[in-house]
């Protein structure tokens, strides 16, 4: 993985270079309002687990790069002219934030500073660059922590995520010591497991964060290009989650779990996303779409529900 996340990333870093910053629009719950968020994704020298080998489902790293400071001040001058004063503003680098190999110190308070007016500012890191939080005094801070999955099995043999379940939650605790909001994102259906046990694994992992993250955010898995997880897909012993799946799992995470549920479906009602038969994937994606804004989702019902509990029992016999 390493070897292939260094040729694509040589392949595509000219391309990355002449890009400027995606930025896009949508809808965020902030004190249980209803408000337009600022979202928008930085060019830089990436995800310094990405590096070392990666997550077997991460394909971002092909938008990273060598970037020097004076690179980043160009496309943060670029985002914020237009920035219009979104109450919540995303920001993301395809790696961490708080790495100061990635973002140095300095550079961090610069992109907060710019954007220190909202309500909420929401910045992503892995558990390990999390004792560098203590410099942003900032209150309006959320912290994003992808932890994938609470069973140590599946961090190392599925995602190979790169550290242990201990090691999340002590940093967990961390952002919390600091006065930082935690959003914890749980991937549905990781490799390697199959549609009923990434159910199981999905609520598990809500029950072992319940009592710390302020919002839970469900990613599906999508498959990105150049990645282990595609070769598995191409050759058809792997599939993405069933709409189904994602349902049922938001349904019960709500019955145990108080704070704020999210779930973000990249490429969904696709092959390389989350989906059902084909007929019911836009309602499907409509409710779960509504459901991350007013945390309620009315039932869907389509005869692929049939074939779905099917696959449940039969999955492993059939890849």
């Known amino acids: 993985m390493e070897k292939l996340n260094k040729v694509v990333k040589e392949l595509r870093k000219y391309e990355a270079k002449r890009g400027k910053p995606r930025i896009w629009k949508e809808k965020e719950i902030l004190n249980n309002e209803i408000v337009d968020s600022f979202a928008f994704i930085l060019h830089t020298s990436g995800c310094a687990w990405a590096k070392q080998g990666g997550c077997t489902m991460c394909g971002y790293f092909k938008e990273s790069y060598d970037v020097s400071e ?18 919540v503003v995303k920001i993301y680098t395809s ?40 410099y942003l005094k900032q209150k309006n801070i959320e912290v994003a922590m992808g932890l994938e999955s609470a069973n140590d ?68 898995v999508a498959i990105h290009s150049k990645t282990l997880l595609e070769l598995l897909w191409k050759k058809s012993i792997y599939r993405p989650p069933w709409l189904w799946s994602v349902a049922e799992i938001i349904k019960e995470s709500k019955e145990i779990y108080d704070g704020t549920i999210r779930c973000d479906i990249m490429a969904g ?9 084909g007929r019911c994937d836009e309602a499907f994606l409509k409710e779960i779409k509504n459901f991350s804004l007013n945390q309620k989702m009315e039932e869907v019902s389509c005869d692929c529900r049939e074939e779905w509990l099917d696959w449940l029992e039969l999955e492993r016999f059939l890849i």
């Open 70 to 87: 004076e690179e980043i001040i160009e496309q943060i001058d670029f985002v914020f002219a237009n920035y219009r004063g979104e109450k």
């Open 95 to 134: 790696g961490s934030f708080l790495d100061e190999n990635e973002l140095p110190a300095e550079m961090q308070n610069y992109i907060i500073n710019k954007f220190d007016g909202a309500g909420k500012i929401v910045i992503e890191s892995r558990p390990e660059f999390i004792e560098n939080l203590e």
């Open 153 to 220: 099995k599946v961090l190392e043999y599925s995602i190979n995520k790169g550290f242990k379940f201990w090691q999340w939650r002590k940093a967990a605790e961390k952002a919390k010591e600091y006065g930082k909001s935690l959003r914890a994102y749980i991937l549905i259906k990781p490799p390697f497991l199959t549609e009923k046990d990434a159910i199981k694994d999905a609520i598990y992992s809500v029950e072992k964060i319940r009592d710390i993250a302020d919002i839970i955010s469900f990613n599906p």
């Open 269 to 277: 009602g696709t092959p390389r996303g989350a989906h059902n038969c």
